[in-house]
């Protein structure tokens, strides 16, 4: 007899917290929620049992504890609350503080303003499962994630520092082509030559940068000759020639 009686209990223990899940897991109305703005607004942060009893006097049916009143405000309520989508920088906090704090979210969150502890610990394990699925080809079990938790955050941070280092890059680069574009292109004075170089003995035809010279005469004897340069007037950026006098190429002809 004594046996049968320890079982009944054992059966209605578990029915009682069978039932007290189920009711933590009802999810929350519209309008449950905007009751719990008002009252928070009249009673602050603080006394999360008071709420939750004049939350129920409200909603009879919802049975809503201090504490579920508590984690439904920080999580989702607060107006303070994040929930754009994660920068790289903020990423980039996130699995540098882990590394060195580890599963403390409610310490990392002191570092991401406006993430919540459960924001940063889903977005945390979200990122893992998607890097597990990239190294793998196959999604991961819990046991899998938990087993290569440290492998995986480590290859996550080293992407995303190369990322963090290809965007500065991209941003240098932009900027200097923004700094020079301020400064327009103005023509350069030709440089002063001595007063008695004349051009009547120069005969040369420019066509952009080259510089075709008359058909010689054969036998032609190569020899260094004096070499002088100009800028010729543009419009827009002038062009540097290079002038040779053809006196001692016509006389060596």
Known sequence: MPMVAQA???????????????????????????????????????????????????????????????????NHLNPGINKDGWSLDEEITLFSIHAKLGNKWAEISNYLTGRTDNAIKNHFYSTLRKQYRLLKGMDSTKDQLKKHCSHLASSVLIGLKKKHKKREDQEFAKSQEEFFDCFP?????????????????????????????????????????????????????????????????????
């Not at 009682?16 to 309008?31: A, D, L, Q, V, Y």
């Not at 009673?43 to 919802?62: C, R, Y």
């Not at 075709?212 to 062009?239: G, K, Q, R």
């Open 185 to 253: 292109a103005m023509p350069c004075s030709p440089p002063d030559f001595d007063e008695d170089f004349s051009y009547r003995d120069c005969e040369f035809v420019v066509h952009g940068h080259q510089i075709d010279l008359p058909t010689p005469v054969y036998p032609i004897v190569y020899e260094e000759a004096p070499m002088e340069f100009a800028w010729l007037d543009s419009p827009n950026l002038p062009d540097e020639v290079f002038l040779m006098p053809l006196d001692s190429l016509d006389e060596k002809s």
């Open 8 to 74: 009944h209990k054992k059966v209605r223990a578990y029915t009682k917290s069978s039932r007290s899940r189920k009711e933590k897991r009802r999810p929350w109305t519209c309008k449950e929620d905007e009751s719990m703005r008002k009252l928070v607004e009249g009673n602050g942060t603080k006394q999360w049992t008071v709420i939750a009893e004049k939350l129920n006097e409200i909603f009879p049916n919802a049975t809503r504890t201090g504490k579920q009143c508590r984690e439904r405000w920080h």
